[in-house]
């Protein structure tokens, strides 16, 4: 409510002081009073100043009270306040109106801002989940085509070790220059059992044989199992090899020759578990080729028949070895026992060093052989050099054979 009114306070019969604004509590005093108050002293007039000022207050502050209460009580104004009030509410109203288009224009236009946020706000989580479904994708593409990539490395590895393969097979076939270092029956090491076959299991069984025969023929009964016992295994190893390769394999077609190295090298690791059976054979075989009793007697004892087992175990490797490790006595390197030919021209009994080294004695020319030599192949580099007498003067040996 407006403070903007005039009103009198009530006098005795006289002109009274005039009020004007009562929240200003501002007072106006009339000439007869104001003559009167400057005949007074000065600490009067302003000690009634101040009266006048508290009275003023008060007065206003009562009638300030009644219009709140007649107010509340009349739920209107004074009728000599009504048309004035009504005015004010008006201009209330008016005011509360602008306020209220003004608040409602800010509604709306918050409205149509949080509808284009909203729009804005879908359109970003429409993009969002495209976007999500775009990625799903992309990683399902990703996967896919990192299956596919590590299938095709699998196939690239694949090809690459059956080219290695084929290339190997290519190279090691029949090949003895290239050896496979991973085989602990490469001809090196069959070289080394080689040579501790005879410093072992021959040594047992020659002392064993001196007692019976002699030294001489002793030397010859075990050159000659050793010899006997590598065509055996040659035999042996050679028969069902070339049934397989008339029957079963044209090396023509491809892929022919990886699975003929593939055969040898299984033959090669298998050939172990036939050294039992094939010994068996070979010893009766030997033993019905025998022709001296004492002899046979011999053979049945167990120095004779660990030389004779680890002679087979040897000459199975060595033959089943692709190509086949060789063995060299005078004159051939399948040999034959040159203590069984009989006669020898001087041009066949020089002492070939480079072939052999000499057992007990010295000499320009060959005895008689008592270990072959051993060659990688046939007309091959030498593994290991062969053990023969010498003797000084060409002789003329009679032929001694302990076989039927």
């Known amino acids: 409510m407006s403070n903007q009114w005039n009103t009198r306070r009530p006098t005795m019969g006289r002109t009274g002081p005039k009020y004007t604004k009562l929240k200003d509590y501002s007072v106006d005093i009339d000439d007869a009073d104001e003559d009167l108050i400057t005949r007074r002293s000065p600490s009067y007039v302003s000690c009634c100043s101040s009266c006048l000022e508290c009275f003023d207050f008060l007065v206003s502050l009562v009638l300030q009270l009644l219009l709140y209460a007649y107010r509340r009580v009349a739920n209107r104004y004074p009728l000599f306040l009504e048309n004035n009030g009504q005015e004010l509410v008006r201009e209330e109203v008016r005011r509360l109106q602008n306020e209220n288009a003004e608040l409602r224009e800010s509604v709306v236009n918050l409205k149509n801002e949080i509808s284009i946020k909203t729009g804005v706000m879908k359109g970003l989580e429409m993009?969002?989940?495209?976007?999500?479904?775009?990625?799903?994708?992309?990683?399902?593409?990703?996967?896919?085509?990192?299956?596919?990539?590590?299938?095709?490395?699998?196939?690239?590895?694949?090809?690459?070790r059956r080219l290695s393969e084929h290339m190997s097979v290519q190279l090691r076939d029949n090949n003895p220059n290239i050896v496979d270092l991973s085989d602990p029956c490469r001809p090196t090491k069959l070289a080394e059992m080689f040579a501790e076959l005879y410093d072992n299991e021959w040594t047992n069984a020659f002392s064993l044989l001196e007692e019976s025969v002699g030294e001489e023929h002793a030397i010859v009964v075990l050159l000659?199992?050793?010899?006997d016992a590598y065509r055996y295994c040659e035999n042996t190893v050679a028969v069902p090899w070339t049934i397989l390769n008339?029957?079963?394999?044209?090396?023509?077609?491809?892929?022919?020759?990886?699975?003929?190295?593939?055969?040898?090298?299984?033959?090669?690791?298998?050939?172990?578990?036939?050294?039992?059976e094939v010994k068996k054979e070979f010893n009766d075989e030997l033993i019905g080729h025998c022709g001296d009793s004492k002899i046979i007697h011999v053979l049945t004892q167990p120095e004779i028949t660990e030389y004779m087992t680890k002679c087979i175990e040897l000459c199975l490797l060595m033959v089943a070895t692709d190509p086949p490790v060789v063995v060299y006595v005078s004159g051939n390197r399948v040999g034959a026992?040159?203590?069984?030919?009989?006669?020898?021209?001087?041009?066949?009994?020089?002492?070939?060093?480079?072939?052999?080294?000499?057992?007990?004695?010295?000499?320009?020319?060959?005895d008689f052989i008592v270990w072959p030599a051993l060659f990688l192949h046939q007309d091959g580099p030498m593994l290991s050099k062969g053990i023969a007498q010498g003797s000084v003067d060409v002789c003329k040996r009679q032929s001694w054979t302990w076989k039927k």
Request: hydrophobic share 30%.
């Open 127 to 160: 993009d969002n989940a495209l976007g999500k479904d775009k990625i799903l994708q992309r990683e399902k593409q990703i996967q896919t085509l990192y299956q596919e990539k590590k299938v095709l490395d699998e196939d690239k590895q694949e090809a690459l």
């Open 224 to 227: 000659d199992i050793f010899m």
């Open 246 to 276: 008339t029957w079963f394999l044209d090396m023509n077609l491809p892929g022919a020759k990886q699975v003929s190295k593939w055969l040898k090298d299984s033959r090669k690791t298998n050939i172990r578990n036939k050294i039992s």
């Open 337 to 366: 026992n040159v203590m069984q030919t009989g006669e020898r021209t001087e041009k066949s009994a020089i002492f070939n060093k480079d072939l052999f080294k000499e057992y007990t004695t010295r000499g320009h020319y060959l």
